[in-house]
């Protein structure tokens, strides 16, 4: 079964800097997909940014931008120019193939970090 | 377009008791999800339609826990009897299909407190 560990219970940042975000997974599969998620005070889940483990390249969404190692299996998200509004709780997410193996299952998710961006 | 919809907001109940949750996914989004979230944890799929057939319930507690999706549109979620370790936000999802290119979009979570 898969595991994401996120080890940052709470990272605090001041407005307009950098912030990273750790994730460690552990799999024995090849292909998969990772994903970085936003939960604000709303309880809504919103999806920030996606990485397919075949890409050596790693994805960028504006201010947000990953560093994927795949042999260290490690997955990080960058915030950059924080914002106010990127205070929330962000979960790492992890989909791999279904117990069948013919087609992708289940999101797992980590432990979340709490973000807080201070004026 | 039209987000999911959940209700209720809140919910406080005894335990022992019983307690349903109500989900609308997005219109034409053929696959629902049930995520537990106990506070403090990251969600934890409960269980996953794929229009009114189960795909996967492996971690839904079958003894106490229910779900239903009559005619592949709205799903509810059924506790009885309710037990303290229950109190958690009930989220539901949708998306187009199954699959890594298909975002699951979420709701904004029923969250149950049992007393």
């Known amino acids: 079964a898969q595991t994401v560990t996120q080890s940052q219970p709470e990272m605090s940042v001041q407005e307009a800097e950098t912030v990273t975000l750790s994730c460690t997974y552990d799999?024995?599969?090849?292909?998969?997909?990772l994903f970085w998620y936003k939960q604000p005070p709303s309880r809504q889940m919103i999806l920030v940014i996606r990485?397919?483990?075949?890409?050596?390249q790693n994805a960028t969404e504006n201010r947000f931008s990953v560093n994927f190692q795949k042999a260290a299996k490690s997955f990080s998200l960058k915030i950059s120019d924080s914002q106010l509004g990127d205070t929330a709780m962000y979960f790492c997410?992890?989909?791999?193939?279904?117990?069948?193996?013919?087609?992708?299952?289940?999101?797992?998710f980590g432990q979340g970090t709490i973000l807080t961006v201070h004026p | 377009e039209a987000g999911v919809a959940q209700s209720p907001r809140y919910k406080i109940i005894e335990k022992r008791q019983s307690v349903a949750f109500w989900c609308n996914p997005i219109?034409?989004?053929?696959?629902l999800y049930w995520y537990q979230q106990i506070l403090g944890q990251g969600p934890k799929l409960l269980i996953q339609?794929?229009?009114?057939?189960?795909?996967?319930d492996s971690q839904l507690p079958k003894d106490r826990f229910s779900a239903e999706r009559l005619k592949g549109v709205d799903s509810t979620l059924k506790i009885q009897p309710a037990k303290l370790e229950d109190s958690a936000v009930y989220l539901c999802?949708?998306?187009?299909?199954?699959?890594?290119?298909?975002?699951?979009?979420f709701g904004n979570g029923t969250r149950l407190t049992v007393t």
């Open positions: 990485q397919e483990a075949y890409k050596q």
């Open positions: 339609f794929q229009n009114n057939g189960v795909v996967d």
């Open positions: 219109s034409g989004h053929a696959t």
């Open positions: 999802a949708s998306s187009l299909e199954t699959g890594p290119d298909s975002p699951l979009h």
């Open positions: 799999t024995s599969e090849s292909n998969y997909y």
């Open positions: 997410a992890f989909m791999g193939r279904d117990a069948g193996g013919t087609s992708y299952g289940k999101l797992t």
